[in-house]
């Protein structure tokens, strides 16, 4: 794939990657832009992406009665993720490569820095969809037209911040789909938990990108785009409080809709509530480093609520011998 321009550009590392990240310390060079195009040295945006399908795929397997979620689903989801998180992101900075140019947090991204020219990226961006399909196909049919009912929110999100003060509700129906997703795949069909579990998602990303927002809101009125950042200002901490009790109510839901849920469910969701209470306690949103760790500590959240939706499948099997 083709530079910009004829004049080769400085390899340059993102402003918001992590220093010595895998990609700036060991990729090839010539490889180095297209792995930053799909963000591959900031992967935390793939986890998030994965953490819906997760937490779908192991309750779905408590639902189902399965000794453990399918190891199958789980490895597909991840490869997905990183897929079609990275194509997502591909077209984002197609469609932003002006708008990233006058924000200093993006003007070093490989489109707008002129690292890859257009046409290249419209091919990696084929390339990485590519590999989501081949993913998306190896699910049941049910699920593959469920993952397929996405690609219009995808599509048009990078748009949203253009037309609307609350583009973070677009992303959070784009990144929930996967709550979708691992329900679908076990039960090839979409039922009250996995619905109340998709609604908790949307609410927890529309709160944590709140938070990321928050890195660029004098750069965003400058340019003149919007984010629930400039439009909670100073009320942010209360909307994202506020959105983080709505996520805890509607997963609790979807936990309760499950008959065979049990106490490491409970536990799990416990840990993820205390996890978004300390965010909400530690957010200061003058401070641009202090937004972008909270933003990432929500990997951590996830975890933690997968955790406990997983051992609810698998211990009660494990155990199942040595009870009463």
Not at 73 to 92: H, S
Request: positive net charge; proline residues 6%; hydrophobic residues 55%.
């Amino acid at each position: 794939m083709s530079g910009a321009t004829d004049t080769p550009v400085a390899d340059t590392p993102v402003a918001d990657a992590a220093r010595g990240n895998w990609v700036d310390r060991w990729a090839p060079a010539p490889l180095r832009p297209y792995l930053r195009l799909a963000r591959l040295d900031r992967p935390i945006g793939s986890w998030l992406l994965l953490l819906p399908c997760w937490w779908s795929t192991a309750l779905a397997a408590v639902a189902a009665d399965q000794p453990y979620p399918s190891p199958r689903l789980l490895a597909l989801f991840a490869v997905g993720a990183i897929a079609m998180r990275g194509a997502g992101c591909t077209w984002n900075d197609i469609l932003d490569r002006d708008i990233d140019r006058k924000v200093a947090r993006t003007r070093s991204r490989p489109i707008a820095s002129g690292e890859v020219s257009v046409p290249a990226a419209f091919a990696f961006l084929v390339l990485q969809a590519l590999i989501g399909l081949a993913v998306l196909l190896s699910l049941p049919r049910f699920a593959v037209v469920t993952g397929l009912a996405s690609l219009g929110v995808v599509a048009v999100y990078p748009l949203m911040k253009r037309i609307t003060s609350v583009p973070q509700l677009t992303l959070g129906i784009a990144f929930s789909w996967g709550a979708l997703m691992g329900w679908a795949s076990v039960f090839e069909t979409i039922s009250d938990p996995a619905l109340l579990l998709f609604a908790g998602c949307v609410a927890w990303v529309f709160a944590y990108d709140t938070i990321y927002a928050h890195q660029d809101r004098e750069d965003d009125a400058i340019v003149g785009v919007r984010s629930t950042a400039l439009l909670f200002g100073r009320r942010s901490r209360l909307a994202v409080g506020l959105c983080y009790t709505v996520v805890v109510l509607l997963i609790g839901a979807a936990i309760l809709s499950v008959p065979a849920a049990g106490v490491f469910s409970m536990l799990g969701l416990a840990g993820f509530a205390l996890h978004l209470r300390w965010q909400v306690r530690s957010l200061d949103i003058d401070d641009s480093a202090r937004c972008l760790a909270l933003f990432k500590s929500n990997r951590d959240a996830g975890l933690i609520l997968f955790a406990g939706l997983a051992l609810d499948s698998i211990l009660p099997h494990a155990l199942g011998p040595l009870l009463p």
